[in-house]
């Protein structure tokens, strides 16, 4: 099984509601990212857990709040977005954090809209 | 800071043209390169890596890509598309030393003429 999946597939939310994104693998990996794609744009990384623990937080507004319950499992938890927020939000995958060489594995994403 | 360019934003070919696209990078050091396919409306798929060797690289669907150290570039070839090919094409570099972190070129749309 070598498949990132996402859910929902689409979500539309009100600036004030709470909402979250999850992601899920099982291949193994023991690290997981969230990235932020706009359209027509590349993918911006937001967070990385490495075993669990989050390793990489590039400066993301606090209304994003990611969480990795397990080596299996990420959440990105959403709360008092802005329109601007809206985006297609990419999970990925790799293997163990130690190899220096590895590829990234990606979800179909969630394209989320905030009205 | 790292940067990766690819210089090509939109390119339109009729099949069983040629295609090349570029892409340039910023960091000295020893990297893993890669290029993603995004067909329309579907997820990042990799196309192919180059972590070290062979500069050559193949991929899927008739891809390959050439790594030139002295050029800091990985350029994607296919000798012929297809209408199938059209898609959104990134190229993503990734430090070898110290950093998870994979920096992506802005992409470049290609699209095939049947």
């Known amino acids: 099984d070598t498949e990132v999946t996402q859910t929902p597939k689409h979500l539309v939310m009100g600036m004030t509601n709470k909402k979250s994104l999850k992601c899920e693998q099982h291949m193994g990996h023991r690290a997981m990212y969230w990235y932020k794609q706009k359209a027509k744009k590349p993918p911006e990384l937001m967070f990385v857990y490495s075993y669990e623990k989050l390793s990489i937080n590039e400066s993301v507004p606090s209304r994003f709040s990611p969480e990795c319950p397990n080596s299996s499992l990420l959440n990105l938890h959403l709360h008092a977005l802005q329109p601007e927020d809206s985006a297609l939000y990419l999970c990925a995958s790799s293997p163990n954090p130690g190899q220096t060489t590895y590829e990234q594995y990606f979800g179909p994403g969630t394209r989320l809209t905030v009205t | 800071a790292q940067s990766v360019s690819q210089h090509n934003h939109h390119v339109i070919l009729s099949e069983a043209a040629s295609l090349e696209l570029g892409c340039n990078y910023s960091y000295g050091g020893t990297v893993n390169l890669f290029w993603y396919v995004q067909y329309p409306g579907q997820h990042l798929q990799l196309l192919l890596k180059y972590f070290s060797g062979d500069p050559l690289v193949k991929g899927i669907k008739g891809f390959e890509a050439e790594f030139i150290k002295s050029k800091f570039s990985f350029n994607l070839r296919k000798p012929s598309v297809q209408w199938s090919d059209t898609a959104e094409y990134f190229c993503?570099?990734?430090?070898?030393?110290?950093?998870?972190?994979?920096?992506f070129g802005t992409g470049t749309r290609l699209k095939v003429l049947a």
């Open positions: 993503a570099v990734k430090r070898v030393a110290g950093t998870y972190k994979y920096i």
